[in-house]
C-alpha cells in the first residue's frame, strides 16, 4: 500500500512540472542527436531567428519501434507538407540512435527532422509521467507552448491555432484535467474519471482524447451500452464534429450487437456540410468495415445514386468516386455496372498519373472484368 501511494504521489508530482500550454519551454540545452538532418531549435528564439522562422513549432516525443511509428511519421510529413512555411516538425524519441537510423531508413519520403533523445532529459521535461505516446507540442517563436495533446490530433490543432479557434488558457485547463484522467486510469477511479472527463467536455465537448479514454475504460468494464450513449451524447451536442462518426464506425466494428445503430450513424454523418474530400473518405470507410451490412448499404447507395449533385472534383478525387460507385455496384450484383464505373475511374486517373491509386484502380478492373468473363461461363 505505501509503494502505491509513493508511486501515484511521484506520478503526481513529475505530472505538475511537466510543460503544459502557457508555459515558457526556456532555453533548454540538453543535448539531441539529430539524424541526417539540420537541427531544430527547442524553445526560445532569438529576435533575428524569428524574423526567419516560421510561426510554430511542432515537436512530437514519439517511440520509433512502436507499430505505429511509420504512420505518425507520415501524418507529421502530411502536416508538414500543407504549411509549408508556416510549421516545422520534428520528431524526437528516447530510443536508440541504432533504433532511429533503422526507423529513418525505413521512411526515406519523410522530410520531418529526427532526433534522439540520448541524454533523456529532454522527454520528461516534456512527458514527464505522461502515458500518451506520441504526445505533440505546439510553440510559438516565444517558445510559449500553445497546445499539447496526442499526436494523432496535431493536424486538428494546428487548424485550430491558424483559424483563431484555439485558446491557449483553456488548452491548459484541458490539459491538466487529461493528466488528472491518467491518475484516475492508473488507479482503477472510473467514477471519478467520468467526472474529470465531464469537466473537459464543457471546455472542449468533443476532445478526443478525453472521449477516447474514457471509452476505453468503460468498454474494457463491459458497459458498452454507457459507451455508446457516450458517443450519442457528443454527436448531438456537436453534429458537425465529423471524427465523432469514425469514432462511432469503430465501436460498431467492435460491438456488432451495436450493429442497429449503423445507418443512422451513417445518416447523420451525409447530413453535415462536408466537402468531397470527406465525403468519400468515409463512404469508404463504410465499404471498407461495412460491406456486408445491407442496411448500410443502402444509406450509402442512395447517397451515391440518388439525388444528390456530384461535387466539383479533382481528377484524383473523380477517379475515387468512381471507384465508390463501382464497388457499390459490385457489391448489389451489378458486374456490367461495376466495369463501366471502375473504367471511368481508370480513365480519369490518366489526368492525375502521380496518383498512389492508379495502379489499385486497374487491378480492381481487371477484377470486375474477370468476374465478368466468369458469370457468362458459368451461367
Not at 191 to 212: G, S, Y
Amino acid at each position: 500500500m505505501k509503494k502505491f501511494i509513493l508511486f501515484s504521489m511521484l506520478t503526481a508530482a513529475l505530472t505538475v512540472m511537466a510543460l503544459r500550454p502557457g508555459d515558457m519551454i526556456g532555453k533548454p540545452e540538453f543535448r539531441l542527436k539529430w539524424i541526417d538532418c539540420t537541427p531544430f531549435k527547442v524553445g526560445e528564439l532569438t529576435k533575428e531567428e524569428q524574423a526567419v522562422m516560421p510561426p510554430l513549432r511542432i515537436l512530437v516525443f514519439m517511440f520509433t519501434r512502436s507499430e505505429n511509428s511509420s504512420q505518425i511519421i507520415n501524418m507529421l510529413e502530411q502536416i508538414r507538407l500543407k504549411y509549408r512555411g508556416k510549421v516545422m516538425v520534428a520528431a524526437v524519441t528516447p530510443d536508440t540512435e541504432h533504433d532511429a537510423k533503422i526507423f529513418h531508413k525505413a521512411n526515406p519520403d519523410v522530410r520531418v527532422r529526427l532526433a534522439v533523445d540520448s541524454e533523456r532529459k529532454l522527454t520528461p521535461l516534456f512527458m514527464a509521467g505522461s502515458m500518451l505516446y506520441p504526445m505533440g507540442f505546439i510553440c510559438n517563436a516565444e517558445g510559449k507552448v500553445l497546445w499539447n495533446g496526442e499526436a494523432v490530433d496535431l493536424a486538428e490543432a494546428v487548424e485550430k491555432i491558424f483559424h483563431n479557434q484555439s485558446n491557449v488558457q483553456d488548452n491548459r485547463k484541458v490539459s491538466l484535467l487529461i493528466d488528472d484522467m491518467q491518475q484516475r486510469m492508473r488507479t482503477g477511479e472510473i467514477r471519478p474519471l467520468k467526472q474529470v472527463a465531464d469537466k473537459i467536455f464543457k471546455i472542449d465537448p468533443v476532445n478526443p482524447t478525453a472521449l477516447r479514454m474514457l471509452l476505453f475504460v468503460m468498454e474494457s468494464s463491459g458497459d458498452i451500452d454507457g459507451a455508446w450513449k457516450l458517443i450519442s451524447e457528443r454527436i448531438k451536442a456537436s453534429p458537425a464534429a465529423l471524427r465523432l462518426y469514425y469514432t462511432a464506425l469503430d465501436m460498431i466494428r467492435r460491438n456488432p450487437r451495436l450493429r442497429n445503430q449503423l445507418p443512422q450513424i451513417i445518416s447523420g454523418f451525409y447530413r453535415q456540410n462536408v466537402n468531397s474530400t470527406d465525403f468519400i473518405a468515409f463512404t469508404e470507410t463504410v465499404l471498407l468495415s461495412f460491406s456486408g451490412d445491407a442496411d448500410a448499404l443502402e444509406v450509402v447507395f442512395k447517397q451515391m445514386f440518388g439525388k444528390r449533385k456530384r461535387p466539383e472534383l479533382s481528377a484524383a478525387e473523380n477517379a475515387r468516386y468512381d471507384m465508390v460507385r463501382a464497388r457499390l455496384r459490385y457489391l448489389v450484383g451489378d458486374l456490367d455496372g461495376a466495369v463501366g464505373y471502375q473504367q471511368k475511374a481508370v480513365d480519369a486517373f490518366k489526368s492525375a498519373p502521380q496518383s498512389r491509386g492508379a495502379a489499385v484502380a486497374r487491378v480492381q478492373l481487371n477484377f470486375y472484368r474477370k468476374l465478368k468473363e466468369l458469370r457468362s461461363t458459368v451461367y
